[in-house]
């Protein structure tokens, strides 16, 4: 067997309700929730506050593609405020921003010396992750993305942002849009996809989760966005979801997501949709180099691919992919987000900044690759 190190990540409470149960799991003192406007509206994090009493301070000014800045005003908040932990509360944004939070004000680091694998080494305040979408794992992973600059996405990726708690209520996922279950959901299969094919880290753990994670959403993806209240539907797709996150914090993503981040910082494409958009035409790419991996997926999806051959099994799952995002409603093509030809070839040159990500990929992605992927996907 090959070395390997794994880490679980946060322990997990799942169920009904148990956002209410924050209050067990953080040190005396004020608590900063982390959530952003919308999730605010909905009311969903009101069982959870109104168990925090007058304890909880809310900073709900998180954007998609949370910046820096949003960031920094947080830990600002934090810090006048003396808090003494951190919950994450919402989709992948609030909670990436909740994981920096925690480590800026427990560690006194600066933002800018953390960013990039393992430079994070301090310790971080108390935090609780909360997550109202099945789609980011973002609960699961020691990794948060923010975009510097106004359109350049970076990440902060390093075992002190690990939660100390993830908490799963599949309640919080039902009142989700069609589209936003159909985007996070995909999301979600791309990291289970990508940890399974990545070239660095993998191992039989995360191959494990990933393909269980895999089983889960495709099995529930279609039924989530048709029958949006069923609570064993909701409730596989948040546990897929966040077993896709523990293999990927492990076995890191790849090509897709690294495709995908400029779509997000320069047309705001929210982050699943781009991963999308991407899939299928990043699998072509690497399909020469992750032919055996891609079949050892396929009948996960499509059972009637299992007595083919590793070719058929291998396109099958793209086909297979491709199927489900237009079941699901989802954009298919880059010209529906509003890129135009014009703007591949910077889309191109701010791809090859995710070296991060692109190290990972089965086959090499070069600027001219990158060029000819999105114009594939325009």
Known sequence: MTD???????RVLSGTGRSTSVPDLVPEGPVLVVTDKGVRGLGLADPML????????????????????????????G?????????????????DVAKVVAYLLGSGDELDSIYGVDQAKGARLPLVLIPTTAGTGSEATPIAILTVGGAEKKGVVARPLYADWAILDASLTFGLPRGVTAATGIDAMV??????????????????????????????IRLACDDPANPDVRGAMLLGSHLAGVAFANAPVAGVHALAYPLGGHFHVPHGLSNALMLPHVLGHNMAAALPLYADLAPILDPGLAPLGRQAQAQGLVEALVAIAADCGVPARLRDVGVKADDLDLLASEAMKQQRLLINNPREIDLADARRLYEAAL
């Open 191 to 220: 990291h289970a996809i990508e940890a399974f094919t990545t070239k660095r880290l993998k191992n039989p753990l995360s191959d494990a989760l990933a393909k269980e994670a895999l089983r889960l959403l495709g099995t529930n």
């Open 50 to 77: 109104a168990a925090l009493g007058d304890r909880a301070l809310v900073f709900d000014g998180v954007e998609a593609d949370p910046s820096s800045a949003t960031a920094l005003a947080a830990v600002a908040a």
């Open 79 to 95: 810090r006048e405020a003396g808090v003494t932990s951190v919950i994450g509360f919402g989709g992948g944004s609030p909670m």
């Open 4 to 10: 390997f190190r794994f880490d679980y990540g946060p």
